[in-house]
């Protein structure tokens, strides 16, 4: 398990690499630093969540398969090959309902927010997902593929993502009929009208052929979401929809539109509710400017090396899992102090990091806290380890560091700071 987590490290870091290296020789702008690592912090709370939901459902799914399947598949190549394409046609009708069900649009626009396409918009997406899609996938097990069939397409499924989300990547002649390309993708992120809706496939592009949802790119979209998003918080772009169909329910005079609210398209509102207001910034002439997200260099570095605790800390969380096999029962996972310290130091880490690069102004508060707790947290979650004095040792000494760096720079970062109040219209 471990070789498998560090190939796909490593396989992340390669492509991230060469897509900005590539795209710079080519003069295309395809990062915005904090919009990246919002996708990246976004990312990381949907892993957590996920490792600690995969262990109920991995254990649903294995028994459904055995006591309920309606064929019971024995493994084998081509038994893999037919369930990679069950897994691309339930993720085909699963990603399709997300744009027109609105508690399930809730949870897929996080993957729409960015105005960006680039490789780390593979990563923002919300764990609300995670629940939504085992109750499409579900149906795989009942059909007698089993767990391992379901993980691995899936995982397949997954990597797929990494290839399909670039703006460096042109037509690619004959596959662009049967294969999912990075130009039918870029369509499906476009929030141009006649893009809207349009190429939900994640791996065979044959299915919006079968069922008419195909359009071909005829120029580079507009990415993004056409009420558009302001802001560098993992949590808010996690909550924000879900805050807003609240606010319209709460709204309408007539219970059957507070329910209707959740379960019409992200296009529908009660008469007597009007949209809320789109959160974009425009310009002189009235038109939509994409958002920049201002920050200094000096703290663009201080993000990545505070950051790093919080990656490692993920990494952690995936190999005590993998160390405790996959029969690991679920409240043995959740009782076991690492776990546990991990799980919370991340949850707290993505909330600061988010509130640093949106230029909060309890910032610096919020980070000395963190880093007070860094060996605080690894005194209580380590202490029985046989790594505890190598882990406190270099946690602490961590934490010196970044503390002498934090009083030292962190007033004095040159952040333009004085157009900032678009980021606050999300909030309202």
């Known amino acids: 398990m471990y070789w498998l987590i560090a190939s796909i490290a490593l396989l992340i870091i390669l492509l991230l690499t060469f897509e900005a290296v590539f795209a710079k020789k080519r003069k295309i702008s395809i990062y915005n630093f904090s919009d990246s690592f919002t ?14 939901f995969s262990i109920l459902i991995l254990f649903a799914f294995d028994y459904i398969h055995k006591h309920f399947a309606l064929i019971d598949f024995s493994f084998s190549i081509p038994i893999w090959i037919l369930g990679l394409f069950v897994t691309d046609f339930i993720a085909y009708w699963f990603h399709r309902l997300s744009h027109q069900v609105n508690f399930l649009w809730a949870a897929h626009i996080v993957h729409h927010q960015s105005e960006e396409l680039n490789i780390t918009t593979v990563f923002r997406v919300s764990f609300f997902a995670v629940v939504f ?13 089993d767990v391992f069939t379901i993980v691995t397409t899936s995982l397949f499924l997954g990597l797929y993502q990494l290839f399909t989300h670039s703006r460096i ?57 056409t009420s558009g998003f302001i802001n560098s918080s993992a949590y808010n772009a996690t909550f924000s929809y879900w805050k807003n169909l ?54 663009k570095w201080y993000t990545v090396f505070s950051t790093l605790p919080t990656f490692a800390s993920f990494i952690g969380l995936i190999s005590i899992k993998s160390s405790m096999g996959n029969d690991v029962a679920f409240l043995d996972l959740l009782l076991n102090p690492a776990v546990i310290i991990l ?34 947290f690894v005194f209580i979650g380590f202490f ?28 004095k970062i040159n952040d333009q700071t004085e157009d900032f109040s678009n980021y606050q219209m999300n909030n309202k």
């Open 39 to 52: 996708n990246l912090y976004c990312g990381v709370l949907e892993r957590v969540f996920d490792l600690v």
């Open 133 to 145: 899609r085992a109750l499409f996938f579900v149906w795989m097990a009942l059909a007698g593929f």
């Open 169 to 225: 990547v042109g037509k690619l002649g004959v596959l662009e009929y049967f294969m999912t390309t990075p130009s039918h993708h870029r369509v499906h992120h476009g929030r141009n009208e006649k893009y809207m809706d349009k190429n939900y496939a994640h791996i065979f592009i044959f299915w919006d052929r079968l069922f008419g949802t195909f359009k071909n790119e005829e120029e580079e979209p507009d990415y993004g979401i």
């Open 246 to 299: 609240f606010k319209r329910a709460k709204m309408a005079k007539k219970p059957k539109d507070k329910i209707l609210i959740f379960l019409k398209g992200p296009r529908w509102t009660p008469n007597d509710v009007d949209h809320l207001d789109p959160v974009f910034a425009t310009d002189n002439n009235g038109l939509r400017e994409k958002p920049e997200f201002p920050i200094s260099k000096e703290r």
């Open 343 to 376: 799980i919370i130091f991340i949850l707290i880490s993505v909330f600061v990091h988010s509130s640093t690069l949106n230029h909060h102004p309890n910032a610096l508060f919020f980070e000395l806290t963190r880093q007070f707790l860094i060996p605080i």
């Open 384 to 411: 029985d380890s046989s790594l505890f004095s190598i882990i406190f040792t270099i946690s602490f000494l961590y934490m010196l560091g970044l503390l002498a760096w934090t009083l030292t720079s962190f007033f």
